[in-house]
């Protein structure tokens, strides 16, 4: 069955960098909307009897990219498709797995569901945020395979900088899978530090027993949205002596002057992949994504 790749508004770049790389067909469709506000989606090409990856990420207007995602793949669907791979490279509302407080929606299992329902066949998603699931497989009843970009990240680090004595660092528990990753890929040690957040733009680190004094770091984490995260944890490592430090990660999301408070921080630079387009997505998930739809 002829593979063919179809990129959602919020992936386009992305979704054409994955045909290139398999030398598959990718197709066009109109993205408008009407004076109300309404979408208006229109596939240009036949897909019947097709297998179609269909690549778009949810990041910053999360909502409207979730229900182009389900109209396209109900469409796809009518017109025929045989298969359809939802391939979502940042995947919104994975934070909020769990009920915190009385009350609280169920997000990421609404999500899972609909996508479910409206009839993708598996998916592909990549660092996803999965703190107390730790299996992709648990959320999604469809095959589904959660891919990682550290490898990538860290062969850039490698390229790009000259860095000594590195450590590779990752902010909290739940970063430790990528900083153990990083840290492979480049040959070093890593540790992780302890955060606590305190709303959902500051968070707190503590100063644990550490020493980082003439060393260069690379800290690692899944997602930079605010910065607070990072800029924290740089300001903890800078306190303690840390040289040089490179702040990685495979989502950057980038809201709120991010960048200023990472750079204000004492952070070096800041390498982050194009699942996300952005100023730093220095690294592409493209050869990833494509590696494994060339496997199906
Ligand atoms: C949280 O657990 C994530 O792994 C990231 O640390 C977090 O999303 C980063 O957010 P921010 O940049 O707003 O601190």
Same mark, same amino acid.
């Given at each position: 069955?002829?593979?063919?790749?179809?990129?959602?508004?919020?992936?386009?770049?992305?979704?054409?960098?994955?045909?290139?790389?398999?030398?598959?067909?990718?197709?066009?469709?109109?993205?408008?909307?009407?004076?109300?506000?309404?979408?208006?989606?229109?596939?240009?090409?036949?897909?019947?009897?097709?297998?179609?990856?269909?690549?778009?990420?949810?990041?910053?207007?999360?909502?409207?990219?979730?229900?182009?995602?389900?109209?396209?793949?109900?469409?796809?669907?009518?017109?025929?498709?045989?298969?359809?791979?939802?391939?979502?490279?940042?995947?919104?509302?994975?934070?909020?797995?769990?009920?915190?407080?009385?009350?609280?929606?169920?997000?990421?299992?609404?999500?899972?569901? !609909?996508?479910?329902?409206?009839?993708?066949?598996?998916?592909?998603?990549?660092?996803? $945020?999965? $703190?107390?699931?730790?299996?992709?497989?648990?959320?999604?009843?469809?095959?589904?395979?959660?891919?990682?970009?550290?490898?990538? !990240?860290?062969?850039?680090?490698?390229?790009?900088?000259?860095? $000594?004595?590195?450590?590779?660092?990752?902010?909290?528990?739940?970063?430790?899978?990528?900083?153990?990753?990083?840290?492979?890929?480049?040959?070093?040690?890593?540790?992780? !530090?302890?955060?606590?957040?305190?709303?959902?733009?500051?968070?707190?680190?503590?100063?644990?027993?550490?020493?980082?004094?003439?060393?260069?770091?690379?800290?690692?984490?899944?997602?930079?949205?605010?910065?607070?995260?990072?800029?924290?944890?740089?300001?903890?490592?800078?306190?303690?002596?840390?040289?040089?430090?490179?702040?990685?990660?495979?989502?950057?999301?980038?809201?709120?002057?991010? !960048?200023?408070?990472?750079?204000?921080?004492?952070?070096?630079?800041?390498?982050?992949?194009?699942?996300?387009?952005?100023?730093?997505?220095?690294?592409?998930?493209?050869?990833?994504?494509?590696?494994?739809?060339?496997?199906?």
């Amino acid at each position: 069955m002829s593979l063919v790749i179809i990129g959602g508004s919020s992936a386009q770049a992305l979704a054409f960098k994955v045909a290139k790389e398999l030398n598959a067909p990718f197709i066009d469709c109109e993205y408008k909307k009407f004076p109300d506000g309404e979408k208006y989606i229109r596939v240009e090409e036949d897909v019947e009897g097709k297998k179609v990856a269909l690549v778009q990420s949810m990041y910053l207007t999360p909502d409207e990219y979730l229900l182009e995602y389900f109209l396209l793949v109900d469409n796809l669907k009518d017109m025929g498709a045989r298969e359809i791979i939802g391939v979502i490279p940042y995947f919104a509302y994975a934070r909020q797995d769990a009920r915190f407080k009385p009350g609280e929606a169920l997000s990421l299992k609404t999500i899972v569901s !609909l996508i479910e329902k409206t009839g993708t066949d598996k998916v592909f998603t990549v660092d996803m $945020h999965l $703190h107390r699931v730790e299996n992709v497989n648990r959320l999604f009843k469809i095959p589904a395979k959660n891919l990682t970009a550290i490898p990538l !990240l860290g062969e850039y680090v490698k390229k790009e900088f000259i860095l $000594h004595d590195t450590l590779v660092i990752g902010p909290d528990e739940e970063a430790e899978q990528w900083a153990k990753t990083m840290a492979e890929t480049l040959g070093t040690e890593y540790d992780i !530090l302890e955060k606590k957040r305190l709303s959902a733009t500051e968070v707190e680190i503590a100063p644990r027993e550490l020493d980082v004094k003439t060393r260069d770091l690379v800290i690692v984490d899944d997602i930079i949205s605010t910065g607070g995260t990072l800029a924290k944890t740089i300001e903890v490592l800078k306190k303690k002596g840390a040289k040089k430090i490179v702040a990685t990660c495979t989502h950057p999301v980038l809201v709120e002057n991010a !960048l200023k408070r990472i750079y204000k921080a004492g952070g070096d630079a800041v390498i982050g992949t194009d699942t996300i387009p952005s100023p730093v997505s220095y690294v592409s998930v493209a050869p990833l994504i494509a590696e494994a739809l060339r496997k199906l």
